[in-house]
T-cell receptor
Framework: AQTVTQSQPEMSVQEAETVTLSCTYDTSESDYYLFWYKQPPSRQMILVIRQEAYKQQNATENRFSVNFQKAAKSFSLKISDSQLGDAAMYFC???????????FGAGTILRVKS | GAVVSQHPSRVICKSGTSVKIECRSLDFQATTMFWYRQFPKQSLMLMATSNEGSKATYEQGVEKDKFLINHASLTLSTLTVTSAHPEDSSFYICSAWNSGGPSSYEQYFGPGTRLTVT
């Protein structure tokens, strides 16, 4: 079984500043993927970044990067130079290597202040 | 990236009627499609997984006779809410997955359908 925990219901960040969203997970899979999804007010789910568990190097996509701590089962998302368009609900999710079901966390609402 | 559409985007129906929501993968073949339900400010709750040409697999607690899912082709899945009641009002999201595609790790999400039952 897989579980994902996001302990921050809401976060705020000043425009141009950096914010980190937390995520911990539990899985019995030996190989798995981790994801961060963004859901803006339009409610369209957008993939922000993914991490293959077998890769030690932390994934990076422009202003978005992760801190993947496999032993601690932690997968935090760092957003640098925050922009107003980053305001959204962010979901952490995991999927097994051979499975196809995503397991989502409860989500974190990110507010960006100008 | 791949595009998934949903139709309609919004629907209002009267209690006791049925409503069908379509999910289409526009530029790829989806071997598997997923249906989620989302309440305001909450996470996505997986309702069922459908594989083309076979019966859907429902998550625990989801009434399969109420939420009928059909995945008749590799590009189309439908969710029919039968005898809808106000408590079925919610945001329904589909996603599509191609197990053999170059991005086989990724599910592609539709824009969602807001269902209101009056």
């Amino acid at each position: 079984a897989q579980t994902v925990t996001q302990s921050q219901p809401e976060m705020s960040v000043q425009e141009a500043e950096t914010v980190t969203l937390s995520c911990t997970y539990d899985t019995s899979e030996s190989d798995y993927y981790l994801f961060w999804y963004k859901q803006p007010p339009s409610r369209q789910m957008i993939l922000v970044i993914r991490q293959e568990a077998y890769k030690q190097q932390n994934a990076t996509e422009n202003r978005f990067s992760v801190n993947f701590q496999k032993a601690a089962k932690s997968f935090s998302l760092k957003i640098s130079d925050s922009q107003l368009g980053d305001a959204a609900m962010y979901f952490c999710a995991t999927r097994g290597e051979y499975g196809n079901k995503l397991v989502f966390g409860a989500g974190t609402i990110l507010r960006v202040k100008s | 990236g791949a595009v998934v559409s949903q139709h309609p985007s919004r629907v209002i129906c009267k209690s006791g009627t049925s409503v069908k929501i379509e999910c289409r993968s526009l530029d790829f073949q989806a071997t598997t499609m997923f249906w989620y339900r989302q309440f305001p400010k909450q996470s996505l709750m997986l309702m069922a997984t459908s594989n083309e040409g076979s019966k859907a697999t429902y998550e625990q607690g989801v009434e399969k006779d109420k939420f009928l899912i059909n995945h008749a082709s590799l590009t189309l899945s439908t969710l029919t809410v039968t005898s809808a009641h106000p408590e079925d009002s919610s945001f329904y999201i589909c996603s599509a997955w191609n197990s053999g595609g170059p991005s086989s790790y990724e599910q592609y999400f539709g824009p969602g359908t807001r269902l209101t039952v009056t």
